[in-house]
């Protein structure tokens, strides 16, 4: 896989922990804003913004060996991912390869690739989802 962006962002704040409830609303919280922060200061204005369909694989590295669910730290990953100006939204991506990887101390680390998919991608794989 030949990824158009590779890039390193430090370790999201789980999804337990993005999404504060303020009375009726529900709001990104303030760890959540600033984890969104570096990942603009790190991302925007560095790549091309990603059309179509899109490829992720990501490698999650956490701070400790504390024990973690992988789908609570890509919502906000993902989120930071539009919110940086890689995509117009994070419904574009239609393949996601991740895994979680032995501890980075003391911060941890998630490394991301990203690849505009075409056609002969969706061909050439087992099923072809049609939407």
């Known amino acids: 896989m030949g990824a158009d962006v590779k890039f390193e962002l430090p370790w999201p704040p789980s999804v337990n922990r993005y999404y504060r409830n303020v009375g009726p ?3 990104i919280s303030r760890e959540g804003r600033r984890f969104r922060r ?20 990501g490698e999650f590295y956490p701070p400790d060996s504390r024990r ?10 993902l989120d ?6 890689l995509m117009e939204d994070d419904s ?3 393949h996601i390869d991740v895994r979680m990887c032995d501890p980075v101390p003391p911060e941890g680390l998630v490394y991301i ?10 061909k050439n794989g087992k099923r072809i989802c049609l939407n």
């Open 113 to 122: 690739e990203l690849e505009e998919m075409n056609e002969t991608d969706e």
């Open 80 to 85: 930071s991912l539009v919110h940086a100006g």
């Open 38 to 57: 570096m990942c603009v200061s790190r991302l925007a204005g560095q790549f091309r913004k990603l059309a179509g369909k899109v490829r992720l694989v």
């Open 25 to 27: 609303r529900v709001l």
């Open 68 to 77: 973690r669910d992988l789908d609570n730290v890509l919502k906000c990953t």
């Open 92 to 94: 574009q991506i239609k």
